[in-house]
């Protein structure tokens, strides 16, 4: 919405739209009629585009990665993970330098399907946002366990949980069942 006539209207407290004339929201560029349309408008194409196969974001190339195309999908992380979707080829070159394997587990992942990116150093501790150096891909549940910490603490109780009393009563039971 940057053409001039749909600013001036803007401006002016009316709905964005040519011909519409109705004033627009308060927190909006369109007046509520119009808003409800383009949603729905919006809607029935994100639909239409999933029911053919097709990315319902960029909507030219075959949907996968649950249920965008991978570029869609690469670019939906940079953005979440590290601030702007322009990242997103930086992110790819990761993924393929690393063969597409977990780096905390070794375990094959697939685009769009329990893949994430971790900070290695949490940035809720000052680690960088998008500084390559800083970013790995794991597996989505691998990098829910680590959360926040650094490696040498998730290792350090990962090592603390295995001997615990849990995974000890877990480990008897796995030797019982298998000396039955
Ligand atoms: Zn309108
Ligand atoms: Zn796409």
Redesign the pocket.
């Known amino acids: 919405m940057a053409r001039p006539a749909e600013q001036r209207r803007v401006a002016q407290g009316l709905c964005a739209r040519a011909a519409c004339g109705r004033e627009r929201e308060a927190h909006g560029q369109l007046c509520e009629a119009c808003r409800v349309q383009a949603a729905d408008r919006a809607a029935r194409r994100y639909e239409a585009l999933r029911a053919g196969g097709k990315?319902?974001?960029?909507?030219?190339?075959d949907?996968a990665a649950g249920r965008?195309?991978v570029?869609?999908?690469f670019r939906n992380v940079a953005s979440r993970r590290c601030g702007s979707a322009a990242h997103a080829d930086m992110l790819r070159r990761k993924w393929v330098a690393q063969d597409g394997r977990c780096a905390l587990t070794g375990i094959q992942m697939v685009p769009g399907d329990g893949a994430s990116v971790d900070h290695i150093h949490p940035v809720s501790r000052g680690g960088a946002v998008a500084d390559p150096d800083n970013l790995r891909w794991v597996l989505t549940e691998a990098n829910a366990a680590k959360g926040t910490l650094d490696d040498a603490t998730l290792f350090r109780m990962c090592r603390l949980i295995l001997d615990g009393p849990i995974a000890r009563a877990y480990a008897l039971r796995d030797q019982g069942e298998r000396a039955e």
């Open positions: 990315c319902p974001h960029c909507g030219t190339r949907a965008l195309c570029m869609c999908w």
